[in-house]
């Protein structure tokens, strides 16, 4: 059993974890308590696990816990709250993107990563952004209008 | 609806009582119409015991003036709830931000029976309007008893009824019956789940008088899933809760017999549950009970499956012995009708079996304590959920109580249900809570699954060209392999682990017969399973249960019917459609694409490498009227189809929520166009081969619709029908009759990947 600290969402959390290669997800959602992660797949292939390491959309699902001590994670919920929403969350608000909603990590924080880096993202890469994420509700087009929308509004 | 009131209804009699005020104050004597037999209208300070036949069942009132709507359905992510609250708000007048809803959490809310056949609106809405304008009516009378006003005399607005004429004459829902019970019945035949129907005496508005029904409102659940706040039953934590994985053979039907115990011994924690057939483990960390999933070693009992694989599955349908056929649709003489036809058309149609794939695979918790039990869960029936729990555990049912919560969408009978039975099981035996979290694999290879079938259709025509005869069967396992309701312990992998009697049934669909040919038939056939129990391959509703597989067959054979005489596919629609909602979304859809009028298939583009065409679908589901039309671009060297376009036109009646509507049927093409292109279940002699979103694929950013226009057809005097799947079964037609205008080539099998546009494109 070793003690680590975790940067999560701004506030500084220490676990206790007896398997240093478990996923980051199962960390933060069962250590923390932290629901936003959601297991898709754990494979890294859909993205409903995401969080955001060091401004990066990674899979928490894939991603060790032991190679994020020190590192800022961040959740959807460390993006923006109902009374500071981050510009996407607005933005997605007003699309009215989502049904179920399970996919939202995922998208969300992908679409926050791409504006950082590209604050007037092209479609082709608003689409390469996008590519590796997975949504059965179909609300993928949604969701490149909201990009477009907050890049718009930024 | 088709349910009428049924002869077990309730016996009222007619009564006039005292009622007291909150205050306790004697007030008023109410005389109830004597039609309608109310049995007393009084505040009591307790909610009366959960009936069909009581008021305060559907609407409450809470002490600060909230109405509370009691919806035994579920919103799985399509904006239900709001429409909901809508109706509610317009019929009880109140503001709509007033109004909460509460929805499937089986000790506060009816069994409406939660989500099915896309009647949330139409069946649940309806049931809530019209107890909400009963709930509005007894309230002015009692305002009127109160102020002394004559109810003719009274209006209300955001909750506060007062004179019409003069407004300091006034009182609020809250002063009338906040935070009491109304303690009055209505009209119900004794039903529940989506048979259950009440009457009141109240009249529901007008649709000239809406404020709110027919407003675009935004999603109440949206902001809770874009801020993360809200919790999923994924989220749910109890106290001493374990965490399990269940442990699944990798041939079907094989048993386990020896489990060592040993194997999983490192890990902290971690023991195995082995209850008859069904194996699991837990943990009081859920990565150790993945972990001892993994590392678990079990010896399985042989077992030959013998499954003839995707590939050779329709060779076996075709073959397949018939359980069960029925024509479940006929008129005029089918067999003289074509013995009249100086010329026959046949078409068949292969459609795959599909996973439901969920976002997230199953999860569930359950807590069963002595002789009571708590589930949550995120199935679309929760009541039949915990109907099956309580057989499953024997208990009695109105001792497990069904809490549903916001989870992944899960798009039919999926697998939600086995899960929330398998964390019952295992609490029981463990006597502590236990949340059940299936793995990827389970949501894919273990999913009960949405059936193959083979659609033929056959049609004689006269000298003239017309249509005398027609024919759509449909052979397929059946629908109710594994029953889409759930409500059984057999109905579940955890029943069938441990020895239940199964619970099958055989059916399956037709399309409904819009088109009116002089002789026709419309039956089905169904083939026994390729698996009895516990199999991977069970059979039940996915998402629009028969829609995709009979209409892409029939909607695709209306084409060849067109094409064989060389009419253009809208006008021979047109030719044989003659209820005007059927007509209208034909001509409308056609209009707004800027239908050309020619036969198919072009000829101009027949041997070019790119050839772009257009393809109509059409179909009627209870009343709703939708047409799909298609545009394609066909790179014949690859076999490649882009999406060029979609027009839908969409006649669901009187509209709650029309940018709701536009975005449930905007979604579910993108949904349908996956399971038109991409989506089909592997599997080999053993096992599904399709485990992971690699060996299954699904829509991605590739290969979308590039745009898609939806015209919703207003008809507000007509009763609101369902939407949430209508939609999507048109996709494959569409785009196979789009196929075939710019090529000449049929498609005749989903799903349409490149590999297989490219070999049918070949072979023509």
């Known amino acids: 059993m070793a003690q680590i600290t975790l940067l999560v969402d701004g506030a500084s959390r220490t676990v206790d974890i007896d398997d240093a290669d478990a996923p980051l997800l199962y960390v933060l959602r069962d250590e923390l308590t932290l629901n936003n992660p959601r297991f898709g797949c754990g494979l890294g292939q859909c993205g409903a696990c995401t969080v955001q390491i060091d401004g990066r959309a990674v899979r928490s699902c894939v991603t060790a816990v032991s190679s994020v001590v020190g590192r800022k994670i961040t959740t959807l919920a460390g993006i923006g709250t109902p009374d500071k929403p981050h510009p996407v969350q607005t933005a997605w608000i007003a699309e009215q993107v989502n049904q179920c909603g399970y996919c939202i990590s995922g998208w969300v924080l992908t679409a926050v990563e791409l504006l950082e880096r590209h604050p007037k993202p092209t479609d082709a890469q608003i689409n390469d952004a996008f590519k590796g994420l997975i949504c059965r509700c179909g609300t993928h087009s949604a969701a490149v209008k909201a990009v477009r929308r907050a890049a718009q509004q930024a | ?89 317009e019929e009880i007048d109140v503001a709509y931000e007033r109004v909460r809803v509460i929805m499937g959490d089986s000790a506060l809310t009816l069994d409406m029976g939660g989500a099915s056949a896309a009647i949330g609106v139409s069946h649940g809405g309806t049931m809530l309007r019209r107890t909400a304008a009963e709930t509005r009516r007894l309230l002015i009378e009692m305002a009127s008893a109160k102020l002394g006003v004559p109810v003719t005399a ?18 609020s829902y809250a002063e009338l019956i906040g935070g009491r019970y109304l303690d009055s019945t209505v009209k119900w035949n004794g039903r529940l789940s989506n048979g259950l129907a009440v009457e009141v005496p109240a009249a529901l508005k007008k649709p000239a008088d809406f404020k709110i029904i027919g407003l675009s409102l935004p999603r109440q659940d949206l902001p809770g899933k874009v801020f993360g706040t809200l919790e999923m039953v994924n989220d749910v934590r109890l106290p001493g809760m374990l965490h399990a994985r269940m ?70 349908i075709r073959k397949a012995p018939i359980v069960k056929r029925e024509f479940q649709r006929q008129n005029g003489n089918f067999e003289e009708g074509i013995k009249q036809a100086v010329r026959i058309v046949e078409g068949e149609y292969e459609f795959p079996t599909q996973s439901h794939a969920s976002m997230g695979p199953a999860c569930a918790i359950a807590d069963v304590r002595g002789d009571a039990a708590t589930i949550w869960t995120s199935t679309q029936k929760p009541y039949d959920s915990a109907y099956c729990v309580a057989e499953l555990i024997g208990l009695p049912r109105e001792k497990v109580r069904a809490v549903w919560m916001f989870g992944t969408g899960s798009y039919g009978r999926n697998e939600q249900g086995d899960a929330t039975a398998d964390a019952a099981i295992l609490s029981k035996h463990l006597g502590r809570p236990v949340r059940v979290q299936y793995m990827r694999h389970e949501g894919l290879a273990w999913d009960p699954k949405g059936t193959a079938s083979i659609n033929r259709s056959r049609a004689g025509f006269d000298a003239n060209g017309k249509v005398i005869a027609y024919e759509n069967i449909s052979k397929a396992f059946s629908r109710l392999d594994n029953n889409t309701r759930e409500a059984r312990a057999a109905d579940v992998l955890a029943g069938q682990l441990t020895g239940l009697p199964l619970n099958r049934g055989e059916s399956f669909e037709i399309p409904v017969a819009s088109y009116t040919f002089e002789h026709g038939r419309l039956g089905w056939e169904t083939i026994p399973p390729l698996m009895e129990r516990a199999s991977p391959l069970r059979t039940t509703h996915l998402r629009d249960p028969y829609g995709p597989p009979i209409l892409f067959g029939s909607e695709s054979f209306i084409d060849e019917m067109a094409a064989a005489t060389n009419a253009d596919p809208v006008d021979f629609r047109m030719q044989y459609l003659k209820h005007p909602r059927d007509r209208d979304a034909v001509r409308i859809a056609a209009e707004n694409y800027g239908w050309e009028k020619r036969p198919s298939p072009r000829n101009d583009r027949k041997d070019a490498d790119v050839a772009i065409g257009r393809g109509i679908a059409f179909r009627r589901h209870f009343t709703t009227f939708i047409a799909l039309i298609a545009e394609v671009r066909v790179h014949r060297r690859t ?65 979308l619709p590039e745009r898609i226009d939806i015209v919703l057809i207003r ?50």
Not at chain 2, 154 to 171: E, N, Y
Not at chain 2, 273 to 297: G, Y
Request: net charge negative; hydrophobic share 45%; charged share 25%.
């Open chain 2, 639 to 703: 076999g490649k189809l882009d999406l060029l376009r979609y027009v839908c036109a969409h006649d669901v009646g009187m509209i709650v929520n029309p940018d709701t509507l536009r975005h449930v049927i905007d979604r579910q093409l993108v949904y349908g166009t996956s399971r038109a292109m991409i989506e089909e279940v592997r599997f080999d002699e053993n096992m599904v081969t399709s485990v992971d979103w690699e060996s299954y694929p699904v829509m991605h950013m590739d290969g």
């Open chain 2, 247 to 316: 442990v699944r053979p990798t041939v079907a039907g094989a048993v386990p017999v020896k489990v060592d115990e040993a194997s999983i011994k490192h890990i902290a924690g971690a023991r195995v549950v082995w209850i008859k057939d069904l194996l699991a483990v837990v943990a009081e960390k859920e990565w150790n009970a993945v972990k001892a999933a993994r590392a678990l070693k079990v010896t399985w009992s042989d077992s030959k499956p013998n499954f003839p694989g995707h590939e050779k599955l329709f060779e076996h």
């Open chain 2, 715 to 764: 008809r507000p005097e007509e009763p609101p029908s369902g939407a949430a799947e209508m939609a999507l079964g048109l996709v494959p037609a569409a785009i196979g009759n789009a196929v075939f205008d710019a090529t000449g080539v049929r498609l005749r099998r989903v799903p349409f990947t490149p590999e297989r546009v490219k070999a049918a494109l070949e072979r023509a």
């Open chain 2, 154 to 171: 009274l209006t209300v607005t955001d909750g506060v009824v007062h004179g019409s004429a003069d407004p300091t004459k006034r009182v």
């Open chain 2, 1 to 89: 609806m088709t349910d009428t009131m049924s002869d077990t209804m309730t016996d009222t009699t007619l009564s006039r009582r005292a009622f007291l005020n909150a205050t306790g104050a004697l007030v008023v004597t109410l005389a109830a119409p004597a039609e309608w037999a109310q049995a007393s209208v009084s505040g009591v300070a307790a909610r009366p015991p959960l009936k069909g036949d009581q008021l305060s069942s559907y609407i409450t009132i809470e002490a600060d003036g909230t109405v509370v709507a009691y919806y035994g359905k579920i919103d799985g992510g399509q904006g239900l709830g709001t429409a909901i609250a809508q109706m509610v708000a």
